[in-house]
């Protein structure tokens, strides 16, 4: 097997094995334990940490790992866990005609059309009494069928395959099951997962839930060659995948770092998204002197990495024309004068460079003029560390659709770049 061919398969089983925010840190730091990194709790003192290999989660969902010298600037890659997704309310069992529904609120800007008719499975994180009255929280995942949003039937609605509005609150709805079933049965399906996953436990009842909506089809290799990798969340867990694997192989002679941080989809203002104290806090206790710090930082460099848009070959318009990123010709180096990324002059020439060094091609995107432009964790970063910062992605289609697609070739590019980046 090819390393590009390793690479798609680890790829696909990383995918795989992280329907949610909560379950991508925990494959990551699956990935990390793996090859002897440590775990530090940030509620326990570190002390003055001996030189080795660690991580640190945040809310589950957020993850910091890092290999630790005390002297010399840091190495750092950042990316998000989170991905667009339909999001179960509180109270989220409703009765409609006969059907029995959940109550969704649309976590991040989804590409909604694509949410019909596809069977959808649920995983999150339950917060769950013990019989003595102490709380848990525990990561479920359902991985089987368990709802689905139906269209409208096109002889309901001529209009269909013109543009069409969709209403969050009435039209997003998936069905769960018909309305003879109770309200008892939902909180018993979450009980029976609890106790398979949590075999130990003996849950008294669920509390609250933070439960998503997520399509359990796998991601797969797909075209005449398998040159595509289609899945869902391919934004930005290629990232959170290349990063850890590039910090697992860093040089332990480096302060190599990587921030996978929650809710970038939404804003990133939460105590584990970019806007929060993690990064700040971890960084602190690692240097605490201030002004040793400042100078370490000053020294740093920082890779955000957060896929990018290809040109869309039937939509080639929606891009500048001269700054068209395709399929399988590498990392995207994403420029905007207004700082909805980071990129410099000078950080985006060390990037090509790192590239060159990697032997990997490297493109760059900037958006049309007439059109905005999304955003990533690296102007948070950079404005909240002052560390110089480049905003780079794999390009890919269909962004926050249910399924995206991206060139499996470009996922190995990343990989080897980064890997090159931890490399001295
Ligand atoms: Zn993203």
Redesign the pocket.
């Given at each position: 097997m090819s390393p590009h061919t390793a690479c798609a398969a680890e790829l696909i089983s990383f995918l795989r094995s992280s329907p949610t925010a909560f379950h991508a840190a925990a494959s990551a730091a699956a990935l990390l334990v793996e090859q002897g990194f440590i775990r530090l709790e940030e509620q326990a003192a570190w002390g003055r940490l001996a030189a080795g290999k660690y991580f640190v989660l945040r809310n589950e969902s957020s993850l910091i790992g890092f290999t630790w010298n005390s002297s010399g600037p840091f190495r750092m890659i950042g990316a998000?866990t989170d991905?667009p997704s339909l999001k179960l309310k509180p109270n989220p069992l409703r009765r409609e005609q006969g059907c029995l529904q959940l109550g969704v609120e649309i976590y991040g800007g989804a590409l909604l059309r694509p949410w019909f008719d596809r069977e959808l499975s649920l995983a999150g994180r339950v917060a769950w009494r013990d019989k003595n009255g102490g709380l848990s929280s525990a990561l479920l995942d359902f991985q089987r069928p368990l709802a689905v949003i139906p269209s409208l039937a096109i002889h309901l609605n001529r209009e269909a395959n013109k543009q069409q509005e969709m209403n969050a609150q009435t039209d997003m709805t998936p069905l769960i099951g018909l309305a003879a079933e109770t309200a008892a049965a939902f909180q018993e399906l979450l009980l029976e997962e609890l106790r398979r996953c949590r075999p130990e436990a003996e849950p008294a009842g669920i509390i609250d839930h933070e439960l998503f909506l997520y399509d359990p089809a796998p991601p797969t290799l797909t075209g005449l060659k398998g040159e595509f990798i289609t899945g869902a969340r391919l934004?930005?867990l290629v990232?959170c995948f290349a990063a850890a694997q590039a910090l697992r192989s860093a040089d332990s002679g480096l302060n190599c770092l990587i921030v996978l941080n929650d809710h970038?989809?939404v804003g990133s203002v939460s105590a584990a998204g970019a806007q929060g104290s993690f990064l700040r806090d971890v960084l602190e206790r690692l240097r605490p002197d201030p002004e040793e710090r400042q100078a370490a930082l000053r020294g740093s460099f920082f890779i955000s990495a957060?896929?990018a848009h290809a040109v869309h070959p039937n939509f080639a318009a929606k891009h500048d024309s001269l700054h068209l990123p395709q399929l399988g010709k590498g990392p995207v180096i994403k420029f905007n004068a207004n700082q909805r990324y980071a990129t410099t002059a000078a950080s985006a020439a060390a990037f090509r460079q790192l590239c060159a060094k990697a032997e990997v091609p490297v493109q760059e995107f900037v958006s049309r003029s007439d059109m905005g432009c999304?955003s990533?964790i690296g102007p948070l970063t950079a404005a909240e560390l002052g560390v110089e910062t480049v905003d780079v992605?794999i390009p890919s289609l269909a962004?926050h659709s249910i399924r995206e697609t991206a060139a499996s070739v470009d996922c190995w590019h990343l990989c080897r770049v980064l890997q090159t980046f931890f490399q001295p």
């Amino acid at each position: 097997m090819s390393p590009h061919t390793a690479c798609a398969a680890e790829l696909i089983s990383f995918l795989r094995s992280s329907p949610t925010a909560f379950h991508a840190a925990a494959s990551a730091a699956a990935l990390l334990v793996e090859q002897g990194f440590i775990r530090l709790e940030e509620q326990a003192a570190w002390g003055r940490l001996a030189a080795g290999k660690y991580f640190v989660l945040r809310n589950e969902s957020s993850l910091i790992g890092f290999t630790w010298n005390s002297s010399g600037p840091f190495r750092m890659i950042g990316a998000h866990t989170d991905s667009p997704s339909l999001k179960l309310k509180p109270n989220p069992l409703r009765r409609e005609q006969g059907c029995l529904q959940l109550g969704v609120e649309i976590y991040g800007g989804a590409l909604l059309r694509p949410w019909f008719d596809r069977e959808l499975s649920l995983a999150g994180r339950v917060a769950w009494r013990d019989k003595n009255g102490g709380l848990s929280s525990a990561l479920l995942d359902f991985q089987r069928p368990l709802a689905v949003i139906p269209s409208l039937a096109i002889h309901l609605n001529r209009e269909a395959n013109k543009q069409q509005e969709m209403n969050a609150q009435t039209d997003m709805t998936p069905l769960i099951g018909l309305a003879a079933e109770t309200a008892a049965a939902f909180q018993e399906l979450l009980l029976e997962e609890l106790r398979r996953c949590r075999p130990e436990a003996e849950p008294a009842g669920i509390i609250d839930h933070e439960l998503f909506l997520y399509d359990p089809a796998p991601p797969t290799l797909t075209g005449l060659k398998g040159e595509f990798i289609t899945g869902a969340r391919l934004d930005n867990l290629v990232s959170c995948f290349a990063a850890a694997q590039a910090l697992r192989s860093a040089d332990s002679g480096l302060n190599c770092l990587i921030v996978l941080n929650d809710h970038e989809e939404v804003g990133s203002v939460s105590a584990a998204g970019a806007q929060g104290s993690f990064l700040r806090d971890v960084l602190e206790r690692l240097r605490p002197d201030p002004e040793e710090r400042q100078a370490a930082l000053r020294g740093s460099f920082f890779i955000s990495a957060d896929n990018a848009h290809a040109v869309h070959p039937n939509f080639a318009a929606k891009h500048d024309s001269l700054h068209l990123p395709q399929l399988g010709k590498g990392p995207v180096i994403k420029f905007n004068a207004n700082q909805r990324y980071a990129t410099t002059a000078a950080s985006a020439a060390a990037f090509r460079q790192l590239c060159a060094k990697a032997e990997v091609p490297v493109q760059e995107f900037v958006s049309r003029s007439d059109m905005g432009c999304g955003s990533t964790i690296g102007p948070l970063t950079a404005a909240e560390l002052g560390v110089e910062t480049v905003d780079v992605g794999i390009p890919s289609l269909a962004m926050h659709s249910i399924r995206e697609t991206a060139a499996s070739v470009d996922c190995w590019h990343l990989c080897r770049v980064l890997q090159t980046f931890f490399q001295p």
